[in-house]
């Protein structure tokens, strides 16, 4: 079975209707040599670079060439000429489809160049392609994730009663009204011994052992038992 050469365009395939005498398949390599104390130069490896084939080959203007290949579709030497160049005109990638041999692959053109024979009309062409790799911007969408707040917990004010233990941290005064401002107490262990709602200064407080220090603010002293 004769190998056959395709050019797969906007969808549409088209035999070559001649063969090319041979096809031509770069791979380079995208390796790195580099300098390594102790070592000396070594050798970097890197993923392959994009394929590369060239080909040359002619349209011919008479559909009964003894070159055709059969089962190809006759198609005038200029329309291939303007097919090709309208892909290139649309930035266009084409498909490449080389039977037998396992070549099928997307690319891109690189340069075509052709030329008419004069005696026969036919159009020799030279094309050079490289294999394409589809891609596309992808768009990303950066979601702040909104953390709710945490509730505040309530500050639970414990009852100041009699006998109580609490912390003070304010003045001493010799009576509820405020009166008679003496020593200031911090973080002290104090225990209330008098309540006179209503005043100014609402709590007396003793020493842990009973002695009396004088009457404080209410926003002087904190209940701890």
Same mark, same amino acid.
């Given at each position: 079975m004769?190998?056959?050469f395709?050019?797969?365009?906007?969808?549409r395939?088209y035999m070559l209707p001649?063969?090319?005498?041979?096809?031509?398949v770069?791979?380079?390599?995208?390796?790195?040599?580099n300098?390594v104390?102790?070592?000396g130069e070594?050798t970097q490896?890197?993923?392959?670079g994009l394929?590369a084939?060239?080909?040359d080959c002619f349209?011919p203007?008479?559909k009964?060439?003894?070159l055709?290949i059969?089962?190809?579709v006759?198609m005038p030497?200029?329309?291939?000429?303007?097919?090709?160049e309208?892909a290139?005109?649309?930035q266009?990638?084409?498909r490449?489809?080389v039977?037998?041999v396992?070549?099928n692959?997307? +690319?891109?053109?690189e340069?075509?160049r052709w !030329?008419?024979?004069d005696?026969? %009309?036919?159009? #020799?062409?030279s094309?050079?392609? *490289?294999e394409?790799r589809e891609y596309a911007a992808k768009?990303v969408?950066t979601v702040?994730?909104?953390?709710?707040?945490?509730?505040t917990r309530p500050v639970?004010?414990?009852e100041i009663?009699?006998?109580?233990?609490?912390? +003070?941290?304010g003045?001493?005064h010799?009576? !509820?009204?405020?009166?008679?401002? %003496?020593?200031? #107490?911090?973080?002290?262990?104090? *225990?209330?011994?008098?309540i006179?709602k209503g005043?100014?200064?609402p709590?007396?407080?003793?020493?842990?052992?009973?002695?009396w220090?004088?009457?404080v603010?209410?926003?002087?002293?904190?209940?701890i038992?």
């Amino acid at each position: 079975m004769a190998i056959k050469f395709y050019l797969e365009i906007s969808g549409r395939r088209y035999m070559l209707p001649v063969n090319p005498g041979s096809i031509t398949v770069d791979v380079p390599g995208r390796n790195e040599a580099n300098e390594v104390v102790k070592l000396g130069e070594i050798t970097q490896l890197a993923a392959k670079g994009l394929k590369a084939v060239s080909l040359d080959c002619f349209f011919p203007a008479d559909k009964k060439h003894s070159l055709a290949i059969s089962g190809s579709v006759y198609m005038p030497p200029n329309e291939y000429v303007a097919l090709i160049e309208k892909a290139m005109d649309d930035q266009q990638a084409i498909r490449l489809i080389v039977t037998d041999v396992k070549i099928n692959m997307l +690319v891109s053109i690189e340069s075509f160049r052709w !030329s008419i024979v004069d005696s026969t %009309g036919d159009i #020799e062409y030279s094309i050079s392609l *490289k294999e394409y790799r589809e891609y596309a911007a992808k768009f990303v969408k950066t979601v702040t994730q909104q953390i709710s707040p945490q509730p505040t917990r309530p500050v639970v004010s414990q009852e100041i009663t009699i006998g109580c233990t609490v912390i +003070v941290n304010g003045r001493l005064h010799r009576d !509820s009204y405020g009166s008679g401002p %003496g020593q200031t #107490e911090v973080n002290a262990t104090r *225990k209330v011994n008098f309540i006179a709602k209503g005043r100014s200064h609402p709590y007396h407080v003793t020493l842990t052992n009973g002695g009396w220090r004088g009457w404080v603010t209410a926003g002087s002293v904190r209940r701890i038992k």
